[in-house]
């Protein structure tokens, strides 16, 4: 058991490495008394292309010591950001991260939706699959917005991400280059969690897009309420609560409504594809997700703890 942090880091590493920071320091609050093995087991990072390349480097940031701004040596200049985030690691974390810990980088592109959620996806997918009894839990500072929200969908959809957190900083310009968290008071520095449950999936709306796709043409209210009938969810409905629980609320927006006719809208069938896609169904459904676990990682181990002296001298005589 134990926890696999992901997060979205942009140009600032202090986004990710101060929460991890508190977690160390705090990993005997009772917030936490939940958490069976180490708080901080593996991160997987999702960033650009351009961050992990380190075409993307940040100016300055400095490794304080925890809960002030006191520096414990001098700033780290024109770094990577990855090789910040494993400097931090080794530095300051090494002692709580477990044999086989790590650190991981999945490459994005931050500003596509699309791209964000099939990676956060097939992320998730596969921790599940592979680290069967690990947490999960999703740091949402960092990156984009784009990025986080993709994070948001797959942890409503999936019911596999445990808990969702970030840090609030007072005073980003003053205190964001700092590593770990700048203060011990609250109102400076926080790590907050968010609330959440997992989404309840409204099928029968959807069910309404699919009958309309299927009819490919204009469809009389009627003949639409006609076809739904044949699933039980809407064997109670009249015409006038179908039209008022279904089709005014999705005029404009996933169909197009004249008169008493509807017809799929160009965004409907986007949203259509969306939920019809394998990855999207893999994340609702726990006993389709076969496609996704069973392929490789889709993200890259950049940094591993070293084993122990004592485990090389063991391995050596097993050798032997």
């Known amino acids: ?6 997060a979205s880091i942009g140009k600032r590493p202090g986004a990710v490495t101060s929460a991890l920071s508190y977690l160390k320091h705090n990993k005997d609050n009772a917030a936490f008394s939940d958490v069976k093995g180490s708080i901080i087991e593996s991160v997987i990072l ?14 300055e940031c400095h490794n304080n010591q925890y809960g002030t701004i006191n520096e414990s040596g001098p700033p780290w200049e024109n770094y990577n950001v990855i090789t910040a985030a494993k400097k931090f690691i080794e530095k300051e974390l090494i002692d709580i991260i477990p044999e086989k810990g790590d650190l991981s980088v999945c490459v994005v592109n931050p500003n596509d939706y699309n791209d964000c959620f099939k990676k956060i996806a097939e992320v998730v997918l ?38 969702l957190y970030y840090t609030f900083l007072s005073d980003v310009e003053d205190y964001g280059n700092y590593l770990q968290p700048p203060s011990l008071d609250n109102t400076i520095f ?6 959440f449950v997992k989404t309840n999936f409204d099928a029968s709306h959807y069910k309404v897009l699919e009958t309309l796709a299927e009819k490919k043409e204009w469809c009389e209210d009627i003949e639409c309420l006609s076809r739904l009938k044949k699933v039980s969810s809407f064997n109670d409905l009249d015409l006038q609560d179908f039209k008022i629980r279904y089709l005014n609320r999705m005029d404009g927006r996933e169909i197009v409504r004249d008169g008493h006719k509807n017809e799929l809208s160009e965004y409907g069938l986007k949203i259509l594809e969306h939920i019809q896609s394998p990855l999207f ?11 996704f676990t069973e392929q490789p990682s889709p993200f890259e181990v950049v940094w591993r703890k070293p084993k122990s002296r004592k485990k090389k001298r063991r391995e050596q005589k097993e050798k032997k």
């Open 281 to 291: 169904k893999a994340l609702l459904h726990w006993e389709k997700t076969e496609e």
């Open 190 to 195: 926080d790590w907050r969690e968010i609330p």
């Open 126 to 163: 596969n921790l599940s699959h592979q680290n069967a009894g690990k947490h999960i839990w999703a740091n949402l500072t960092g990156g984009t917005n784009i990025l986080n929200t993709a994070l948001l969908e797959v942890a409503f959809l999936s019911g596999r991400i445990a808990r």
């Open 46 to 59: 999702f960033t650009s292309f351009e961050i992990f390349d380190g075409a993307a480097s940040v100016k």
């Open 1 to 6: 058991m134990g926890v696999v942090h992901l």
